[in-house]
């Protein structure tokens, strides 16, 4: 009888022992998934903080920063599609947020324009948008952002983005041109892979968190 009743006593220490690392663990991965969380909610609005005074002009890569919610959208212009040109018509909105800097990020588009030189057909009308936001914000730090590159396999797709190092060499002109800064991108690509989403064109969430890490130096 003594035995049997110093078995159930074991076995009932060892159920509590169990159920006791059980919560310990369950609390513990808890733990770190909240700490996880607010870490990353902790960079999200790192980001949003340090890039508040600032308004990103573009195109569909743009607009991940807002789709991503890197950004709020109030930061963020950008359009599928868009090109210089059609830029022209958002620099009224633009001007309405008086940003102190204000990212340009076209080409993407404008660099399959259905013309026989897009190139000088694009510069000619980033141009005229560049005079055009001076001219409604002449206080702001205007900066020309780099095309980023495709995959091999959008460019064999698409063979006119073979024409991105080209048209950036001409965007790295027209900011000397027009006395704003130039940034080049490719650092960011260097030494990171695998950016890319399934299209080869667009991009991950990951790209945009080394985008803003490279660019945040540039705000004023």
Known sequence: ????????LFIGLLTISLAACGNQDGEQASGAN?????????????????FRTSVFLGDSITEGLSFHEILDDANVMGKAGA????ALDDV???ASKNPKNVFIHLGSDDILWPTNNPKEFSMTQYAILIDKIKGKLPNA???????????????KEEPRYKNIKDYNKGLKELAAKEQVKFIDLSPVFQNNQNLHDTD???FKKEYYTLLLDFLKDQVK
């Open 92 to 94: 009224d909105v633009l």
């Open 34 to 50: 909240e700490q996880q969380y607010e870490s990353t909610t902790t960079v999200d609005k790192s980001y949003k903080s340090i």
């Open 83 to 86: 090109t210089a040109l059609f």
């Open 141 to 155: 730090n205007i900066m020309i952002v780099s095309v980023t590159p495709v995959t091999a396999e959008a460019e």
């Open 1 to 8: 009888m003594l035995k049997k009743y110093m078995a159930m």
């Open 200 to 202: 080869g064109i667009h």
